[in-house]
C-alpha cells in the first residue's frame, strides 16, 4: 500500500476528531546494511511490535518528497526473534529503535477513509499529529496529499513536519535532547 502521511507538529491542547481506535504503543526497531546505504536509499525495514504482534514492514523510497510518504509492503511475522536473525543473517544489522505512544481515530473526509494520530515519541519532547491515507497506487496516494493537507489546516494543524522519525531518531542521536527538532 501507498501510505499517503503528512504529520504535523501538534498545537497545544489539539484533540482529535473522529471515530476513537484503541491507544497503541509501538516498539519500533529498523535495521540497515552496516555501512548505511540502505537506508541512504531511501528505504527502510522495520520490525514492530505492538498488541501482542510482531509486523515486518519495508518501506520504498518517498513517492512524495515533501511528505517522505511511502510505499509500504507488511506483514505479520510469528516470532520477533528469527526475523531479527534472518536479517542479521543476510547482512543488516540494528540501526535503531524508537517507541512511540499512539492515540488514533478515523474520520472520512472528502471520501477518504483517513487515520488519525497522536503520537509522542521517546526522543522528542513534542507532539505530532499524523494523518493518512491507504492508497492502492501511487497515484492515489499522490491525488490524497492535498486533502490531507485541506483536512489538516481544517482541524488547526499549520506547522508540518516532513521528516520520518527515523530522520528525527538520528538528529535527536546527534544532538541535545533539548533542543527542538528540526521539522
Known amino acids: 500500500m501507498y501510505e499517503a502521511e503528512i504529520k504535523f507538529i501538534a498545537p497545544p491542547g489539539f484533540r482529535l476528531p473522529g471515530t476513537r481506535l484503541a491507544d497503541a504503543v509501538y516498539r519500533d526497531v529498523y535495521f540497515d546494511t ?10 527502510e525495514l522495520r520490525l ?3 498488541d501482542g504482534q510482531t509486523l515486518f514492514t519495508c518501506k520504498n523510497p518517498p513517492f512524495d ?5 511511502k510505499e ?13 536473525a534472518i536479517l542479521a543473517g543476510l547482512g543488516f544489522v ?3 529503535a524508537y517507541v512511540k505512544q499512539c492515540r488514533r481515530s478515523r474520520v472520512v473526509h472528502d471520501g477518504l477513509a483517513l487515520e488519525l494520530t497522536r ?22 496516494g499522490l491525488a490524497a496529499l492535498p486533502v490531507i493537507r485541506a483536512y489538516g489546516a481544517s482541524l488547526g494543524l499549520r506547522r508540518e513536519c516532513p521528516r520520518a522519525y527515523t530522520d528525527l531518531f538520528l538528529d535527536a542521536r546527534h544532538r541535545n535532547r533539548t533542543e527542538p527538532l528540526p521539522c
Open 48 to 50: 514492530r511490535q505492538a
Open 34 to 43: 552496516p555501512d548505511g546505504t540502505f537506508y541512504a536509499s531511501g528505504r
Open 72 to 84: 509500504e509492503l507488511e506483514t505479520t511475522v510469528a516470532d520477533a526473534r528469527a526475523m531479527a
Open 119 to 140: 503520537v509522542t515519541v521517546d526522543f522528542a519532547d513534542e507532539t505530532f499529529v499524523e494523518i493518512e491515507h491507504q492508497a492502492p497506487d501511487r497515484a492515489s
Open 65 to 69: 518528497m515533501a511528505t517522505a510518504s
Open 94 to 96: 540494528r540501526r535503531m
